[in-house]
């Protein structure tokens, strides 16, 4: 029986080895994927590592298992053997990541792992649907939903910061005032990545497409301001961000939601979202 080897650091001649394991999936490997694709594979651009682990003799062949290792840990797929092997080389330096996420079982295998070092979590998410949809909404897109213009940026940055208290739990200001998250929203505006609804100036429906692969561009930061919720903004809203992935850029889009918000999962069914894997979240 082949055995693997320890977990080491792929490059460029490892492309068309992590390619292939990027495709064989590329809903779940949109993260990743949509990085290497627009960045390659260089540690420096690409804000990370990639690791893997082969049967011994295959170097540069066959991967049998592939983790991106930067501001977020995703372990894509691997075996218990694998996993280990990932563990034991973030462990040899100190944490970076601020989550680990992926597919559920790679994230949970790998967490049971870490988890003595690195532990306790501020929260572990082990239960989120990963959903997808490669047809325009079942349901009326919001006309009034569109790309956001950089002149918008500091109405739009409020609605984003209330957004990431709201689903991480933590305020994206803190540390460095809040300087590297509006850098990141910037480049997702100019990008053409975020969409808004604004009534009066103010933002009451936001998304952005977070990641975005050749293949699969992945919504997140779905919110409605509070005074608007329970009137279908969301659903609507989202309707056209779906729209805009599928029939504007030729893409599948994707998303992942908690297994407990049973509201949002019924919207996204109702926008023609079936779900395709599981994922999970451990939250630093």
Request: hydrophobic share 45%; aromatic share 8%.
């Amino acid at each position: 029986m082949l055995r693997l080897a320890g977990a080491r650091q792929l490059d460029e001649r490892d492309r068309l080895a992590v390619r292939a394991m990027l495709t064989a999936d590329p809903v779940a490997s949109c993260m990743v994927a949509s990085r290497i694709e627009n960045l390659g594979m260089d540690p420096w651009r690409l804000g990370g590592e990639l690791w893997g682990c082969e049967p011994r003799g295959f170097r540069g062949g066959r991967l049998d298992s592939l983790c991106f290792a930067g501001s977020n840990l995703i372990p894509l797929q691997g075996n218990r053997g694998a996993l280990r092997a990932f563990a034991d080389r973030a462990l040899r330096r100190r944490r970076m990541c601020s989550s680990v996420v992926g597919p559920a079982e790679q994230v949970m295998g790998l967490w049971s792992e870490l988890e003595l070092d690195w532990g306790p979590a501020r929260e572990v998410r082990a239960d989120q649907p990963l959903m997808s949809t490669g047809k325009v909404s079942a349901i009326a897109p919001d006309p009034l939903v569109r790309p956001v213009r950089s002149d918008e940026l500091e109405r739009y940055l409020p609605a984003a910061i209330a957004m990431f208290i709201e689903e991480v739990g933590v305020d994206p200001r803190a540390g460095d005032g809040g300087a590297s998250y509006r850098a990141r929203v910037a480049e997702l505006i100019a990008a053409g990545r975020a969409f808004a609804r604004f009534e009066g100036g103010e933002v009451v429906f936001k998304a952005e497409i977070g990641a975005l692969s050749s293949s699969v561009g992945q919504i997140q930061g779905v919110w409605v301001h509070p005074d608007r919720r329970g009137h279908g903004l969301g659903s609507t809203g989202t309707a056209a961000v779906v729209d805009r992935l599928v029939r504007g850029l030729g893409r599948t889009a994707s998303l992942y939601v908690n297994a407990y918000n049973v509201v949002a999962q019924s919207a996204y069914k109702r926008i023609g979202f079936s779900q395709v894997g599981q994922y999970a979240t451990v939250l630093f």
